[in-house]
């Protein structure tokens, strides 16, 4: 044990951290050498967050140890604590002062009670050898930070961080906003600053990121350290299989997955997947692309289809799903919504969206699905009135009659409409939010994440609901996080990354590797499988 | 009105039902619960009848028809300019132009009705203008996405700015007879012993209740103020409902104006200034939340018949105004301050 702490500048051992029920760590540990860049990989909720949020001071663990060049210690304190001891930290999310100065915005957080011991021309000095570093040799020091562009804001944050003095440097998905010309910049910086000696830490999105610059990988599933290796020794499959925990079935996927039709044959629900037979197509999505940069997405989401999709956070799904409901537009690109006798309707407006059948159920049940002062009922009902009322007059009782035909279908538990939503627990509202929209007949569903919060019992429920609604012709558009609820729900699973949709996977003939490799961008399965980018 | 198979709406009178429905084994804790969150929303309908049992028996010989009609006057006055303000409240909104509006409505009725305009035409003149201050605090709200505390404000100085003008070194100003005993505790509306304005607000108050849970924009307006995000996406016409609840608000507010015209015959921009504060008091007390999407214009009823109740009650004891407004600020703090309280997670189901 001593022996390893001397000849590392971090180790962490058993760590573990709860917040109520949810167990964010179990068992984490990691050991990050000087002189040494490490990669921490693993899926959306495997613990990445709340282990670099516990190494930058921000949370303290529960249990295990964290020895620090020798120091033994409980926690670290508090973000300046976790400073204090040469630890650098740039989060996820780009944290700047919008109508502060670049110069202000990179020395935030270092002055005292007042500013003293620092001249303007050093601040200058420091904040353009570290900016330089980064490839942003002209970005004015004076513009405030609101005018910067998002790579330009994510980057100053970084220098931020480096201009203090460091040995550990800690990058939570730092690069996901940068051009590749930026990128190379702060990959050079950091394979300097490893020739020196300091040690740097991060988390990426991206494999081909993770393979060329880190020289050790650690992985985490569902809190706990399954893996770690030397990247010179691991294979993009080894990494993959060892996030979604299937390493048991690495080879046998490798060996690949049989002829193109064979995959693409799904003999339970989808007899054939080709453009002529099948159940008509409700929605078709042409060329949308999401973003400037993004390949164009063309699709047809059939009749009784439940279509799943899934991407590490922030990488067009929601995006898309958004476009689908009309509440976003994409750089280029329609969905149409097609009749029953083929004719085509594009989506312009949410309200025109509507209008068209297309129903959303939002991702954030409180702040857009929940109306917390008003009745179950009138939660239910809200939607219906557009439709069921005389000359503005409600029409109660068809509302009632369709409340209680959904009460039934959904086994929803509420022993009286009138009382406040509140008391129903996350699951329930959900089947009340889902029940708004079933209650209208809708043409199409899009969902946004639904199971979220939701209780095993209650998502077995909802599983059933969704599938009944799917065998009466519905097509179901279902984003989650969870890739275990695609593979249960879903008959196929679109892919994104980047901003693109990288593969489509028929779920029959599909494993959790194969949606992890697609959603890290390792797409060379996924789209030789089942043209996803065909249009 | 009340159906007793229909649902409840949020802001019906709590009655015994929902304690009564609560499985009796198991649950004590949450029937304790919920029966101390009924008790306290239940307050201003035991408070109604528990001050004027006080007025009695503090002030002697108050119980005559003509103190419960001048009590009632009081009440109406309020009521009525409290109605619009209610319905914006519960939109999520405030109206701070009412005050402005009762102001220049009574300005317009003395001087036009002096100059011998018909009475019908004044009338209509009024109610289009209401419409349009109305419409312009809620469409201004919705376009420059700001809180129509800020809009209806401006439009409030806009307001009382063109009745200054319009008033400036005018004494002189008239209004029907019948107006005048329209709001005279004397006063009869047909062969009825009430003033028209106490039956004018019965009329009102049933026909606001009805409105706010029978109708589909009374739904909306609940929606639209318990969370504007999830209302647009639950296609509630957010625009729309802020421009008829904003509408009303002006409408009451230049009824109560006419009113008060009805009171002196002589034109005074400055008649509605007290109205700024008293009706957010009377919808506060009554219960309904600042926060929107909670309460109802029955309540908004007890909250001005307790406000009119405890001034009469004060006066009659001999309590000068500065009392009556710190009585009144107290009632308010320890009322909202028990109202609204949510149930805890433990009684979820």
């Known amino acids: 044990m001593n022996a390893v702490a001397e000849a590392s500048r971090l180790v962490i051992d058993g760590m573990s ?336 969206a509507n209008r068209l059948g297309i129903r959303y159920v939002p991702r954030d049940r409180r702040h857009e699905g929940l109306f917390g002062p008003l009745s179950v009922f009138d939660n239910f009902a809200v939607t219906l009135w557009s439709d069921f009322n005389r000359l503005g007059l409600l029409r109660r009782r068809v509302a009632r009659k369709r409340f209680e035909e959904f009460t039934q279908s959904s086994r929803l538990v509420s022993a009286s409409p009138g009382r406040p939503i509140s008391i129903l627990s996350g699951g329930n509202q959900q089947k009340v939010l889902l029940g708004r929209w079933i209650a209208m007949r809708p043409r199409v569903l899009v969902v946004n994440d639904p199971l979220r919060g939701v209780d095993a019992n209650t998502k077995e429920e909802l599983y059933g609901l969704f599938r009944r609604l799917a065998a009466d012709g519905v097509p179901i558009v279902f984003l989650s996080t969870e890739i275990v609820e695609l593979l249960t729900l879903t008959d196929q699973i679109g892919v994104f990354h980047e901003g693109s949709l990288v593969a489509m996977l028929p779920t029959e003939t599909s494993s959790d590797t194969d949606v992890v490799a697609a959603m890290f961008g390792d797409g060379e399965r996924g789209a030789s499988r089942n043209g996803a980018n065909d249009g | 009105m009340t159906d007793p198979n229909s649902i409840p709406a949020p802001d019906g009178p709590p009655g015994l039902a929902l304690a009564a429905r609560q499985p009796a084994a198991g649950a004590s804790r949450k029937a304790a619960a919920a029966t101390a969150a009924n008790f306290t929303s239940a307050l201003p ?32 006055l309020l009521g009525l300019s409290s109605l619009g303000q209610t319905m914006t409240i519960i939109a999520g909104g405030i109206d701070l132009s009412i005050p402005a509006v009762i102001g220049l409505s009574d300005i317009i009725v003395t001087q036009l009705y002096y100059r011998h305009w018909s009475l019908p035409v004044i009338f209509l003149a009024i109610a289009a203008l209401a419409i349009l201050i109305g419409t312009i605090s809620a469409v201004s709200s919705v376009l420059l996405h700001v809180h129509s505390l800020i809009t209806s404000f401006g439009m409030s100085l806009v307001v009382s700015g063109i009745a200054l003008e319009w008033s400036n070194g005018q004494t002189s100003g008239a209004v029907p007879g019948w107006l005048t005993s329209g709001v005279s505790a004397i006063g009869h509306t047909g062969p009825l012993p009430i003033p028209l304005i106490i039956i004018v607000w019965a009329v009102a108050s049933v026909l606001a209740v009805g409105f706010m849970r029978l109708t589909r924009i009374g ?131």
């Open chain 1, 17 to 352: 951290r709860s917040f109520g029920e949810t167990r964010a760590l179990t068992s984490a540990s990691l050991r990050v050498r000087p002189g040494e860049i490490h990669s921490l990989a693993g899926e959306n909720g495997s613990g990445k967050s709340t282990l670099i949020k516990i190494l930058s001071g921000v949370l303290r663990p529960d249990a295990g140890t964290l020895t620090w060049e020798g120091d033994v210690r409980k926690h670290l304190g508090s973000p300046s604590g976790a400073q204090g001891l040469g630890i650098a930290t740039v989060f996820q999310e780009t944290l700047v002062a919008p109508e502060m100065t670049v110069r202000d915005n990179i020395y935030l957080g270092t002055d005292r009670l007042f500013r003293y011991g620092r001249r303007k021309g050093e601040e200058v000095a420091g904040a353009r050898q570290a900016l330089g570093y980064l490839g942003l040799d002209g970005l004015g020091l004076e513009r405030p930070m609101w005018t910067l562009s998002l790579a330009e804001r994510q980057l100053t944050t970084i220098a931020r961080a480096i201009i203090r003095p460091w040995r550990l440097l800690i990058l939570d998905e730092a690069t996901s906003a940068l051009d590749a010309h930026h990128r190379d910049r702060l990959f050079d910086y950091l394979r300097l600053a490893r020739s020196q000696g300091k040690s740097v830490l991060f988390t990426s999105h991206r494999m081909d990121e993770v393979l060329g610059l880190a020289d050790h990988i650690t992985v985490l599933r569902q809190g706990a350290t399954v893996a770690t290796m030397a990247v010179s020794e691991a294979s993009r499959r080894g990494i993959l299989g060892h996030m979604s925990g299937r390493a048991d079935i690495i080879e046998v996927i490798s060996a690949g997955p049989g002829p193109d039709g064979a995959a693409r044959g799904d003999p339970r629900r989808r007899p054939d997947a080709g453009p002529q037979a099948g159940p008509r197509p409700v929605l078709h999505v042409a060329g949308l692309a999401l973003r400037a940069t993004s390949a164009p997405i063309t699709l047809e989401i059939r009749a009784g289809e439940i279509l799943g999709l899934a991407g590490l956070e922030g990488q067009g799904q929601v995006e898309f799903v958004e476009c689908l409901a009309g509440l976003r537009r994409a750089a280029s690109g329609q969905v149409q919504a097609l009749g029953e006798g083929g004719q085509a309707r594009a989506v312009h407006s949410y309200r025109g």
């Open chain 2, 45 to 76: 309908y035991i408070l109604v009848p528990v001050l004027f049992i006080l007025s009695l028996t503090f002030i002697p010989g108050y119980f005559s028809k003509g103190s419960i009609v001048s009590l009632l006057i009081l009440a109406s």
């Open chain 2, 219 to 349: 739904r909306e307006t609940y929606a639209l103020g318990a969370n504007p995000v999830a209302a647009r996406l639950a296609i509630v016409r957010s625009t729309w409902t802020l421009v008829v609840v904003f509408s009303i608000s002006a409408l009451c507010a230049a009824m109560v104006g006419v009113f008060f015209a009805g009171y002196s015959g002589i034109p005074d921009p400055t008649v509605g200034e007290p109205y700024f504060f008293l009706t957010i008091t009377a919808v506060m007390i009554g219960g309904t939340s600042l926060l929107g999407g909670r309460g109802g214009y029955l309540r908004t009823v007890m909250g001005a018949l307790i406000v009119a109740e405890l001034t009469t009650l004060l006066v009659g004891v001999g309590f000068n105004a500065s009392f009556q407004e710190l009585a009144l600020g107290i009632l308010v703090i320890a009322l909202t301050s028990s109202y609204g309280r949510e149930l805890k997670v433990a009684a979820r189901i």
